[in-house]
Nanobody, 116 residues
Framework: QVQLQESGPGLVESSQTLFLTCAVS??????????WSWIRQPPGKGLEWMGA???????YYSPSLTSRASISRDTSKNQFSLQLSSVTPEDTAVYYC????????WGKGTLVTVSS
């Protein structure tokens, strides 16, 4: 069974860059035909898909985040990462990493707070 685990800082200052990593076990991030995504949920709001990296290495982003978000991977560690630049308090959210075009496996999520 696939397991995902997010890691990263719980607190980031405004205007800084947020880095999160998702460690994957029980499956390879290079196995066809999987997508590996980042999804977030701000307090009191709904889920927002941020972007994904395909098993081939291709990346896709939400139009609202394409200028600030970057997803990469380290195949030797079987993990993928999210970089979000120029963060503001509006980026405060629980961040999830997921597997699947329609996610079938989710990490537990990690709360990131952006201080003003």
């Amino acid at each position: 069974q696939v397991q995902l685990q997010e890691s990263g800082p719980g607190l980031v200052e405004s205007s800084q860059t947020l880095f999160l990593t998702c460690a994957v076990s029980g499956g390879s991030i290079t196995t066809s035909p999987n997508y590996w995504s980042w999804i977030r949920q701000p307090p009191g709001k709904g889920l927002e898909w941020m972007g994904a990296i395909h098993y081939s290495g291709s990346t896709y982003y939400s139009p609202s985040l394409t200028s600030r978000a970057s997803i990469s991977r380290d195949t030797s560690k079987n993990q993928f990462s999210l970089q979000l630049s120029s963060v503001t308090p509006e980026d405060t959210a629980v961040y999830y990493c997921t597997k699947g075009h329609i996610p079938d496996y989710w990490g537990k999520g990690t709360l990131v707070t952006v201080s003003s």
